[in-house]
C-alpha cells in the first residue's frame, strides 16, 4: 500500500509540474506603453493615484540626477494589431514632480525610492534617497528627501523633513549613504516609521549605521536610533520587515554585503530592538559560496511558504556555488514556536535546471502564487558575472514543498536576459500576478543602461479561483495598514500574508493589496486580518465568494489574541503536512480529535487543547480530520507527505 501511495503522489506531482508550456506568461512590453529605450535598474509598484491600479515607478541609473520615472496606469484606448492588453502604462513623470530638486535650480538625485504615507493620509508619498560605493559620488549637495503626495501622483517637498540630518557621520559634506528604508510602525502608535538601511563611505570604510526614524505624522521624523538600540555599522543591501515570532512585533532583517552575517532585529515591544540573529539561525553567511567565497546577501524575503502560520525567509545571495559544500540562494525554514522560530537553511528545496551559471549572482525575488493553486512560488533574477548563461529562474512550488524550476517549459530562456529586479503586480485586476523585470545585455561599460523593461502577462492564473484583499487601517492603525498579517482559510488550506511597504534589495515594493489563489474552491470559507496596534485586535469576514477584490476597513474590530467563536470554526495547517500538523478551532478544548485514513481505520486519536499533531509516523496519503463538540462535528482532508 505504501508503495502504491508513494506512486501515486510522484505522478501527480510530475504530472503537475509538467503541465507548464509557453502559453503561461505572455511578453506584452509594448503592448502595454514601453519602448525600446524605456529603461529600468530598480522598480516600486504601488497605485500612487488612488484608482486601485499599480502603477510603475523605477530608477533607471546610479549616480544622475534626474532618473526616476513614474508610469501611470491607465486603460488602453489605442488598437494595436492582435490582443489588446485592457491597460497601458503613461510616462508621468514630468507631471508627478519627483525629479524636482528642492533648493537648486536643477533635477534632484535619488538612487533607492520607495513609498510609504508618512503622512497618514491614505494616499503613498516619496522617499528619494541617496546612494553611493565610494566618496567619488557626484552631487554630494544631494541628501536624502521626504516628498507628499496629493492622492493624484504629484508629489512635493517636505521642509525640514528630519532626513536631511543623515549625513556622512565622519564628513558631514557627504549624505548618508541608503540602500534601503523600509516602513514600519515600530511602536504601534499608528503612524509610519522607516528602518534606513545604510551602506558605507569607501569599501575600506567606516561603514555607516543603519538609522531608525520614528514619523511625526507630518511627513517629517526623529531619529531615534540611539534610544531603539539601531546602533550596527555594516555596509548593508537592504532590509525587510515582517513580523518573525509571531508575537504582532515587526521585526527587522537586514542583508549585509560580504561585511558580516546579518542582523534579525526582535522588537522587544517597549521601544527598543535586540539583535538577536546569531541565537536563531539568522545568518547570510553559513556557508561560504563559489570556491570558499565569502556570501553577500542582495535581499531577505520573508514569506510563509508551507503554510504553517510563521515566516520562512528567502535569502538571496551573490558569489554563491552549485557543489554539494558550497552555499547559495537559500529558503530558511521557521521552525516555529516548538524550536523558539528558529530559522534553518534548506538548500535542497530549489532545484535548478540548466543552463545555468557556476558562479551565482543572484539579486532579486519574488514570492508569488502564479497559478493561484494556494501554493506560493518563486522567482529569482541572475545578473552581472556570466552574462551567457546568467538568467531568470522561475520556480512552481510542489505539493512536496519543494521549488522546481520551469522557466525552460515557459520558453523564458533566451529572452530575458540576466535581470537584476523584478516585480509582481496584477496590473489589470484579473485575479493573478503579472511581472516586470529587467532585461541586461551585454555592455562594455557595464553599466545599467543596458537594462531594458520586460513586461510579462500571467496567462494561467485564471484557471484557478482567487481573492484579493485591500486594508484601510482603524483608528489606532496606520491608513495603509502596513504591518497588518491577513489570513485567507479555503478548502482546509490556511495562507497567510503580510502588508509590508520597502522589502528586500534596495527597497522594492509589490502593491499594498494582497491576492491570494483559492485553487477550485468558490469562496474563502475565512478571511482574519490581525491589525498592528495596541491593544491588539483583529477583523473577522466568513464566507466570501471567490474572484473579487475586497475592502476590509476594520470598522468591525474584536479586541484579543484569537478570533473569538460563538461558531464552531476549524482550520489545520500545513496541509499538506509532512512532520506536524497545527490545530485551530473554536471548539471547547475536551472535543473529541480523531484522525482516519483512507480505509476508515483510526490513527489518531485526542482533543483539541493539543494544538500540535504529530503525523510524522503517518504513511503518505490522504487522511480525514474530525473535531467532535458536543453534537457538533466538523471535518477537514488531510495530505500526509514526505
Known amino acids: 500500500m505504501r508503495v502504491v501511495l508513494t506512486t501515486l503522489l510522484f505522478i501527480l506531482l510530475t504530472a503537475t509540474l509538467s503541465a507548464q508550456d509557453s502559453t503561461w506568461f505572455r511578453i506584452i512590453t509594448h503592448d502595454v506603453g514601453f519602448g525600446n529605450d524605456t529603461k529600468a535598474l530598480r522598480f516600486n509598484v504601488v497605485d500612487l493615484n488612488g484608482d486601485h491600479y499599480p502603477d510603475i515607478s523605477v530608477v533607471r541609473n546610479i549616480y544622475r540626477r534626474g532618473d526616476i520615472r513614474v508610469y501611470i496606469n491607465e486603460p488602453n484606448t489605442t488598437v494595436p494589431p492582435g490582443p489588446t492588453p485592457p491597460r497601458r502604462f503613461v510616462d508621468f513623470t514630468t507631471e508627478s514632480g519627483v525629479n524636482v530638486h528642492p533648493t537648486l535650480d536643477t533635477t534632484k538625485r535619488g538612487d533607492c525610492i520607495s513609498y510609504g504615507d508618512v503622512d497618514n493620509d491614505g494616499d503613498l508619498d ?3 534617497a541617496v546612494w553611493m560605493y565610494d566618496t567619488r559620488a557626484p552631487y554630494p549637495e544631494d541628501h536624502s528627501q521626504v516628498m507628499l503626495n496629493d492622492g493624484t501622483g504629484r508629489f512635493s517637498h517636505v521642509a525640514d523633513d528630519g532626513f536631511e540630518s543623515l549625513v556622512d557621520p565622519d564628513d558631514s559634506r557627504f549624505p548618508l549613504s541608503v540602500s534601503g528604508s523600509s516602513y514600519l510602525d515600530y511602536d504601534l502608535d499608528g503612524i509610519l516609521d522607516v528602518y534606513v538601511a ?9 561603514y555607516h549605521p543603519d538609522r531608525l526614524m520614528k514619523g511625526n505624522g507630518d511627513g517629517t521624523f526623529t531619529d531615534v536610533s540611539q534610544q531603539a538600540r539601531v546602533t550596527t555599522a555594516y555596509p548593508m543591501q537592504g532590509a525587510s520587515v515582517t513580523d518573525w515570532n509571531n508575537d504582532r512585533w515587526p521585526d527587522v532583517l537586514t542583508s549585509p554585503y560580504c561585511r558580516s552575517n546579518g542582523s534579525l532585529l526582535r522588537n522587544e515591544g517597549d521601544g527598543r530592538f535586540r539583535d538577536i540573529a546569531p541565537m536563531v539561525g539568522y545568518n547570510a553567511r553559513t556557508m561560504q559560496g563559489d570556491n570558499g567565497k565569502n556570501l553577500c546577501q542582495w535581499g531577505a524575503y520573508p514569506y510563509d511558504y508551507d503554510n504553517d502560520g510563521d515566516m520562512d525567509v528567502l535569502q538571496v545571495l551573490v558569489h554563491g556555488g552549485l557543489g554539494r559544500d558550497e552555499g547559495r540562494t537559500v529558503i530558511a525554514t521557521n521552525q516555529g514556536p516548538a524550536q523558539d522560530y528558529d530559522l534553518v537553511w534548506e538548500l535542497d528545496r530549489l532545484h535548478r535546471s540548466s543552463p545555468q551559471s557556476y558562479h551565482l549572482g543572484n539579486m532579486d525575488a519574488q ?13 529569482i533574477t541572475e545578473c552581472e558575472y556570466l552574462d551567457n548563461t546568467d538568467r531568470p529562474f522561475f520556480f512552481l512550488q510542489g505539493q512536496d514543498n519543494h521549488f522546481y524550476d520551469i522557466t525552460s517549459q515557459l520558453e523564458l530562456i533566451g529572452k530575458i536576459r540576466s535581470p537584476h529586479s523584478l516585480e509582481a503586480l496584477d496590473y489589470d485586476r484579473d485575479g493573478d500576478y503579472d511581472i516586470v523585470m529587467n532585461s541586461n545585455h551585454f555592455s562594455a561599460q557595464g553599466n545599467s543602461d543596458r537594462a531594458d523593461i520586460v513586461f510579462l502577462e500571467n496567462n494561467i492564473g485564471d484557471r484557478n479561483n482567487w481573492i484579493g484583499v485591500q486594508l484601510t487601517g482603524p483608528d489606532g492603525v496606520n ?4 504591518g497588518a498579517r491577513v489570513y485567507v482559510e479555503a478548502g482546509g488550506v490556511r495562507q497567510m500574508r503580510e502588508v509590508q511597504a520597502g522589502r528586500g534589495h534596495f527597497s522594492g515594493q509589490q ?20 491589525w498592528p496596534r495596541q491593544p491588539f485586535a483583529h477583523t473577522v469576514l466568513t464566507d466570501i465568494p471567490a474572484n ?5 476597513d476594520g470598522s468591525v474590530l474584536a479586541v484579543n489574541d484569537l478570533p473569538s467563536a460563538g461558531d464552531f470554526t476549524l482550520s489545520i495547517f500545513p496541509n499538506p503536512a509532512r512532520g506536524t500538523l497545527q490545530l485551530q478551532t473554536s471548539a471547547r478544548p475536551d472535543a473529541q480529535v480523531r484522525m482516519f485514513n483512507a480505509l476508515g481505520q483510526l490513527v489518531y486519536e485526542g482533543y483539541a487543547s493539543a494544538a500540535w499533531i504529530d503525523v510524522s509516523g503517518l504513511r503518505p496519503g490522504m487522511y480525514m480530520l474530525r473535531v467532535q463538540d458536543g453534537t457538533a462535528a466538523m471535518t477537514r482532508r488531510v495530505c500526509v507527505v514526505r
Do not use: K
Open 198 to 206: 545604510a551602506y558605507w563611505r569607501t569599501p575600506q570604510g567606516p
Open 479 to 482: 491608513r495603509t495598514a502596513v
Open 126 to 128: 516619496l522617499i528619494a
Open 511 to 530: 502593491p499594498l493589496e494582497l491576492l491570494f489563489g483559492l485553487g477550485q474552491n468558490t469562496q474563502a470559507d475565512r478571511i482574519v486580518v490581525e
Open 548 to 552: 473579487q477584490y475586497i475592502d476590509i
Open 367 to 379: 514570492w508569488l502564487d502564479m497559478n493561484n493553486d494556494m501554493l506560493a512560488d518563486i522567482i
